[in-house]
Every structure is written in C-alpha cells, then in structure tokens.
C-alpha cells in the first residue's frame, strides 16, 4: 500500500471516529477547528490522487456545500400512511379483518414503536447512495440527501451492490439533543422549536449540510422500500437486511402470533415509552409475511396489513389567562386560549383551541378558570373543559367580540349558532391573508415565495387585496418590501408565474370554497375539465358525484353565482391562468391502454401536460412513474431542455419517448 493510500485510510478512520464522538457526546474530543483541518487535508488527497476517492468517504458526509433550492422527488411507489386505532377493540377489530381476508391463515405480527419524527425514503443504486427524500404528499417529497450524508447512521454504501434498494423510516431528533438544539437557539435569541419532530423537519429543510449535521438528527430504519435484487420474505428479513446493511434498526421489536399478545406489549409502552431518549407515538403492528400483505393488499389511502396503535392524548391542569379571536378564511371567528405554560406530552403548551363559541357557552369556560387541555400526538392541543371547583370569583364569562377584530365589521351568528362569522368579506385584512396562504399553500397552487411574512406585508402595504393581485405585482413594488431583495422580488414573480398553469385542480383547491379541500378539488376538476362546466354545474348534478354530498353541493354552487367569485375567476382568466385540466381517462377510455410493469421517468418541459399530470395518468394506466433514470427504466419522456436524464437514458439503451409518441402509444395499445 502506498504512503498516499495508508494517510488516507488514517485520516479516513479518525474522522469517522471523530464523526461519531460528536453524535454520541454534546463535548467532542476536538475542536470543530481541529476536525475541519483532518478533513481538509483529506479532501486535498483526494482531489490529488482521484484514483483513491470513494463514495463512502467522510469527505461526501461533511464537506458538501449548500444547495440552491429544493428539488422534488418522485417515489417510486406512493409513501402510503398507516391508519390509526387508538383502542384494544380497534385492534383486535383489525386482526379480526386480516384473518378473515386471509381465509383463516396463521398470521404473525411483528409489533415496533412509532417513532415521532419525519418520514423519509432512501435509495441506492448499485449499492450507492443516490437520493434522500421525504415523504411530500406520498407521491412527491423534497430532496434532502446533501442533509441525510451527514448522519453517522446513513450508510454511504452498501455492503452489496443491489440494483436499485429503498430504505424507508423516520429522521428524528432524540431528547437531550432536542434540548440542547434550543438552548443554542434561545441563546442566540431565536423561539426555541415546540418538540422535536418540528425541529427535525426544519432542519432538514435547511441548505447547508454543514448546519444540519450541527443538529444531531438521526434515522431508524423500519421499512424497505420498493428493491431490486433482493431476496426477502418477511418483515423480520428486512429488518435483519437493513441491519446488515449499516442501517440503524429500532432495537424495540417484537413479534407476536395473538393479538392478544401483541395488545399487552402496546400497552405496556405507554408507559415505559417516556424512558425512551426519544419520542414516539404509538406503536405499529405489521403483517410478518410478504406473501400474506400482497393478499391483503391496500385501500387508497393505506395498506390493509399494518395498523397504528396511538398511545392516549395526555391531559394537563392549567390557567386560562386570556382569549385571543383568530379569523378564518370564510371569517370563521375561532377562540384561541392563552394558557399558563403547561408541560404536555414533552412539549410546553402556551396555547390551545377552544373550538367555537358554542363550546365557550355551553361548557361554561371563563378567562381565570383552572381547565384541563389535552394533546395527542401532532394534533394541536385543545382545551377539554374547566374545573368550577377551583373557581375563586375572580374569573370572567367571555363576551365574544360583536365586530371583527381585524377590520371592525359587525360579527354574525351562523344558523345553528355554532360558530360566529366577520361580516368584513374581501374588506377584512385578516381574512385576506388566510386567503392568500391557503392560495399559496404547497398542495394547492404551490406559490414559491410566498410565505406568511411576505403576504402579510403585501396586505398591510395594500398591494393586494385578492387573488388576482398577486399577479398584478410588479417587480419594483415586491422589492420595495422590507427584506425583501431584487433576487427574492424575482423568484416570488417567477413563483406566481409558474402558478398560472397549475392546471384546474390546484386551483380550486386553493380558492377557499368552503368543504371544498385538495381531494374534492381533484374530484371536480375531473369530473368537470373546466371552470366554465363547473360554474354551470346545478346542485343537484353536482350532488350526484360520487363523493360530493348535498352540503357540498349548495355551496359549491352558491360560491360560483357570488359575483365577487365571479370576479376573481375573469380576473384570473383574463390574467391568463389554466383553468382546464384533461380528465384523467380511465383504463377503458384509454382504449385499455396497460402500462403494467412498465416504469417511466419524465423529463423536461412538457407541451400539453403539467409533469404531476401525466405521472398520475401513467398511474392511472397501471405504470410506475419513476424520478430517476436506471437500466430498469422502461422508457424516458423527454420534454423541451431534457438534460442530464436524458443523457443517462442514452447512455443505458433506454427507449426515449417523445410527448406524442407516448400518447401514441397508450392510444394504440391494448
Ligand atoms: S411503517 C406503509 N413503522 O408513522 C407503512 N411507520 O402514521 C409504512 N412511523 O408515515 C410505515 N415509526 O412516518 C412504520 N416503526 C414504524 C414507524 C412508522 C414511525 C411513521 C411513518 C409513517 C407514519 C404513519
């Protein structure tokens, strides 16, 4: 071995070594100093001597730069959710239906804890890490792999070269690092984080990897995700793979064949669950057997084989000190308590919801009252009722407001008396801004950005006063706002631009159509193909999707006979933004088109569909919609200014695809 190769190897194995001390420990043996100098030199004789540069050196963990921005990631196959029980009963209601839509058969369960942080999927190539994303919305997440290079328990490389691998599980941040994380934050002035899947997830959105490492995140692998050239049959191979295979398994893990047995050992976490050096929020029972699960098969939203187990929300006593009146986007008035700082399930609770003025009455809540809050999981705490008892004469009935405390307008009582609703419409500020976020938001017209802080100044600097403003921003108005420079002014225009052809479905989802969310937005925008069919839509057809009740149906009608809606949608066409979308045809509409077993990846600028749009038509077809080019590729769409992909496709043989080639194709066959 020459002299080069042995400094290589040494400085390799310090570093490393090094690189965990400063996991495990908040007080590594050296100075960030010191280490940045062994890596330096490192990375010179790598850069030197090329020929010894390896994918799992220590100089692809922590030298990486930060990234411009956030690239989105298709997944292979859909990042599904679990559903949730929350009882003994749910779960043996649970096994019950296993065993029936398996005829009878021996099942065995294997039992792990649900570890509270953020879902997460990673692929090698040939054994090589690739890419780390998360979950998104299942289909879709964001690149983070400059992030996940930095974690001592991601392995670089595999000790087997597997043609594609998929680990899939949960980025978290243990107890002591989550504190320690805060106290650096509150040290330099910051609000600390509220618990520590929040403080994951924002640290993984960061861009330079060196500024995540500092955060100690950390990843359990529970899951593979779709592989190639590996041989598993069950759950507890898997976990025994991805052990193997450097990932850090959960050592909690138990596998039972009653689920009697499997209900005592869930419980009795419950418990003992706040030992743990990190957070978790249940516990997840999974179908053992491979063969078995693909019997069982999943519904839309998740597989029929696993189930979540929630542990009981946990109840704090504390003080009302005030009520604060939030306004909705349809000007709902929502209490929201000020409480004492409580401790509840690892995080301090200063606020909470007292749901509506219904509840305020009729439970009888008074600012100075001691009451009860409960908090399960993720779900915002809520206040659950007050303790008269502990009343001492001091405390005050609540009047709510009877104009809006954003604009003044006078505050209207719905008909069942549930809710209080400002008046103010498009005049009230407050309302105006939920507009504009819900506008924004990622599953809806996904406006890059524009975030909380740039819409409330655009509204309180009166640049916008609706919809249809934001695309009447020039550049020297977004630059005039405070922080705001000429490169953000930019991108936030380029954003809204962008907006303009996300195509009918985003769009209402994004229009604040009260009961219409981001699922009954992709219904009607299927259904109906176009903003002008919808508006003419009576109730009684809209009633009769399936999927669309009758309270749904009235108001999406109502929304669309309102002139001010009117308004916005001519404004919105006139400024030029898609309001169609081709209806997803169905299989047989197809001609019966079959894409099963086929795997495509898109790329490039697309003429007639959005890049989500014919991902979910290849879905829909039976196909695999794929992010990234591999031998097993079964074709590449490539649009306008393909790159790199379609080099790799070249590369490797694969068969490329124009627009109309593809659209050929799914019309000719079958
Ligand atoms: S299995 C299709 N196992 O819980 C099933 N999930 O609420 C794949 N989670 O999105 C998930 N610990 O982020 C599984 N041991 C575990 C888990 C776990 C935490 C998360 C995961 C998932 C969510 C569902």
């Given at each position: 071995m020459?002299?080069?190769?042995?400094?290589?190897?040494?400085?390799?194995?310090?570093?490393?070594?090094?690189?965990?001390?400063?996991?495990?420990?908040?007080?590594?043996?050296?100075?960030?100093?010191?280490?940045?100098?062994?890596l330096?030199e490192?990375?010179?004789?790598?850069?030197?001597?090329?020929?010894?540069?390896?994918?799992?050196?220590?100089?692809?963990?922590?030298?990486?730069?930060?990234?411009?921005?956030?690239?989105?990631?298709?997944?292979r196959?859909?990042?599904?959710?679990?559903?949730?029980?929350?009882?003994a009963?749910?779960?043996?209601?649970?096994?019950?239906?296993?065993?029936?839509?398996?005829?009878g058969?021996?099942?065995?369960?294997?039992?792990?804890l649900?570890?509270?942080?953020?879902?997460?999927?990673?692929?090698?190539?040939?054994?090589?890490?690739?890419?780390?994303?998360?979950?998104?919305?299942?289909?879709?997440?964001?690149?983070?792999?400059?992030?996940?290079?930095?974690?001592?328990?991601?392995?670089?490389?595999?000790?087997?070269?597997?043609?594609?691998?998929?680990?899939?599980?949960?980025?978290?941040?243990?107890?002591?690092?989550?504190?320690?994380?805060?106290?650096?934050?509150?040290?330099?002035?910051?609000?600390?984080?509220?618990?520590?899947?929040?403080?994951?997830?924002?640290?993984?959105?960061?861009?330079?990897?060196?500024?995540c490492?500092?955060?100690?995140?950390?990843?359990?692998?529970?899951?593979?995700?779709?592989?190639e050239?590996?041989?598993?049959k069950?759950?507890?191979?898997?976990?025994?793979?991805?052990?193997?295979y450097?990932?850090?398994?959960?050592?909690?893990?138990?596998?039972?064949?009653?689920?009697?047995?499997?209900?005592?050992?869930?419980?009795g976490?419950?418990?003992?669950?706040?030992?743990?050096?990190?957070?978790?929020?249940?516990?997840?029972?999974?179908?053992?057997?491979?063969?078995?699960?693909?019997?069982?098969?999943?519904?839309?939203?998740?597989?029929?084989?696993?189930?979540?187990?929630?542990?009981?929300?946990?109840?704090?006593?504390?003080?009302?000190?005030?009520?604060?009146?939030?306004?909705?986007?349809?000007?709902?008035?929502?209490?929201?308590?000020?409480?004492?700082?409580?401790?509840?399930?690892?995080t301090?609770?200063?606020?909470a919801?007292?749901?509506?003025?219904?509840?305020?009455?009729?439970?009888?809540?008074?600012?100075?009252?001691?009451?009860?809050?409960?908090?399960?999981?993720?779900?915002?705490?809520?206040?659950?009722?007050?303790?008269?008892?502990?009343?001492?004469?001091?405390?005050?009935?609540?009047?709510f407001?009877?104009?809006c405390?954003?604009?003044?307008?006078?505050?209207?009582?719905?008909?069942?008396?549930?809710?209080?609703r400002?008046?103010?419409?498009?005049?009230?500020?407050?309302?105006?801004?939920?507009?504009?976020?819900a506008?924004a938001?990622?599953?809806?017209?996904?406006?890059?950005?524009?975030?909380?802080?740039?819409?409330?100044?655009l509204?309180?600097?009166?640049?916008?006063?609706?919809?249809?403003?934001?695309?009447?921003?020039?550049l020297?108005?977004?630059?005039?706002?405070?922080?705001?420079g000429?490169?953000?002014?930019?991108?936030?225009?380029?954003?809204?631009?962008?907006s303009k052809?996300?195509?009918?479905?985003?769009l209402?989802?994004?229009?604040?159509?009260?009961?219409?969310?981001?699922?009954?937005a992709?219904?009607?925008?299927?259904?109906?193909?176009?903003?002008?069919?919808?508006?003419?839509?009576?109730?009684?057809r809209l009633?009769?999707?399936?999927?669309?009740?009758?309270i749904?149906a009235?108001?999406?009608?109502?929304?669309?006979?309102?002139?001010?809606?009117q308004?916005?949608?001519?404004?919105?066409?006139?400024l030029?933004?898609?309001?169609?979308?081709?209806?997803?045809?169905?299989?047989?509409?197809?001609?019966?088109?079959?894409?099963?077993?086929?795997?495509?990846?898109?790329?490039?600028?697309?003429?007639?569909?959005q890049r989500?749009e014919?991902?979910?038509?290849?879905?829909?077809?039976?196909g695999?919609?794929?992010?990234s080019?591999?031998?097993n590729?079964s074709?590449?769409?490539?649009?306008?200014?393909?790159?790199?992909?379609?080099?790799?496709?070249?590369?490797?043989?694969?068969?490329?695809?124009?627009?109309?080639?593809?659209?050929?194709?799914?019309?000719?066959q079958?």
């Amino acid at each position: 071995m020459s002299a080069v190769q042995k400094r290589i190897d040494a400085l390799r194995a310090q570093i490393e070594h090094h690189n965990q001390l400063y996991y495990e420990q908040a007080t590594p043996a050296i100075s960030d100093r010191e280490f940045d100098r062994l890596l330096e030199e490192l990375k010179r004789l790598e850069v030197e001597h090329p020929e010894f540069a390896s994918p799992d050196s220590p100089t692809q963990r922590v030298g990486g730069k930060p990234i411009e921005g956030f690239t989105s990631v298709t997944h292979r196959e859909p990042m599904l959710s679990i559903d949730n029980s929350y009882s003994a009963d749910d779960l043996r209601e649970f096994d019950t239906r296993v065993r029936k839509l398996l005829g009878g058969e021996a099942v065995t369960y294997v039992v792990e804890l649900k570890i509270d942080g953020v879902a997460m999927s990673l692929t090698y190539e040939n054994g090589v890490f690739t890419v780390g994303a998360t979950r998104g919305d299942g289909e879709q997440g964001d690149d983070v792999t400059h992030n996940l290079r930095t974690f001592p328990d991601v392995p670089l490389r595999l000790p087997e070269a597997p043609a594609h691998f998929e680990a899939r599980g949960e980025v978290y941040m243990t107890r002591a690092d989550f504190a320690q994380n805060n106290r650096e934050r509150i040290a330099q002035g910051q609000e600390p984080a509220a618990n520590p899947r929040n403080f994951a997830a924002g640290s993984l959105k960061l861009l330079d990897p060196k500024a995540c490492r500092r955060r100690r995140l950390r990843f359990f692998s529970y899951a593979l995700g779709p592989c190639e050239g590996v041989e598993v049959k069950t759950h507890l191979e898997a976990l025994d793979l991805l052990r193997r295979y450097g990932f850090s398994v959960n050592p909690h893990i138990a596998s039972f064949d009653t689920i009697d047995a499997v209900i005592e050992y869930c419980t009795g976490w419950a418990t003992k669950r706040h030992d743990l050096p990190y957070e978790t929020d249940g516990m997840v029972i999974k179908v053992n057997d491979f063969a078995q699960r693909k019997k069982l098969g999943t519904t839309a939203k998740s597989p029929r084989w696993v189930i979540a187990y929630k542990f009981a929300a946990e109840q704090g006593i504390t003080k009302l000190i005030s009520i604060d009146i939030q306004v909705g986007k349809l000007g709902t008035l929502t209490p929201v308590a000020n409480l004492e700082p409580v401790k509840l399930a690892g995080t301090t609770v200063k606020r909470a919801s007292l749901h509506n003025a219904d509840f305020l009455e009729t439970k009888d809540i008074r600012v100075g009252d001691t009451v009860v809050v409960e908090k399960a999981g993720e779900i915002i705490p809520y206040v659950i009722r007050s303790e008269p008892e502990a009343r001492t004469g001091s405390e005050k009935a609540f009047r709510f407001p009877t104009t809006c405390p954003s604009c003044g307008s006078p505050v209207e009582r719905d008909k069942n008396g549930t809710f209080y609703r400002c008046t103010g419409g498009r005049k009230c500020t407050a309302q105006i801004k939920e507009v504009l976020r819900a506008y924004a938001r990622r599953s809806a017209m996904d406006i890059e950005g524009l975030g909380e802080k740039v819409i409330e100044q655009l509204v309180d600097e009166g640049l916008v006063n609706s919809i249809p403003d934001l695309y009447r921003l020039t550049l020297d108005q977004v630059a005039g706002l405070e922080r705001m420079g000429k490169k953000s002014a930019r991108n936030l225009l380029d954003g809204l631009e962008a907006s303009k052809t996300r195509g009918l479905a985003r769009l209402l989802a994004g229009l604040a159509i009260q009961h219409v969310g981001d699922s009954v937005a992709d219904l009607l925008a299927n259904e109906f193909g176009s903003i002008d069919a919808l508006m003419e839509a009576s109730p009684e057809r809209l009633n009769q999707i399936n999927g669309i009740g009758p309270i749904m149906a009235d108001a999406i009608h109502a929304y669309f006979h309102e002139d001010h809606s009117q308004g916005i949608i001519e404004d919105l066409r006139a400024l030029g933004l898609k309001l169609t979308q081709d209806k997803r045809p169905s299989p047989a509409q197809a001609g019966g088109a079959d894409l099963a077993g086929k795997t495509f990846v898109v790329t490039g600028t697309l003429a007639k569909y959005q890049r989500e749009e014919i991902e979910a038509l290849i879905r829909q077809l039976g196909g695999k919609a794929s992010g990234s080019v591999s031998k097993n590729t079964s074709y590449l769409i490539a649009g306008e200014k393909a790159g790199s992909k379609l080099d790799k496709a070249k590369q490797l043989g694969v068969p490329v695809l124009t627009e109309e080639e593809f659209e050929t194709m799914i019309q000719t066959q079958g």
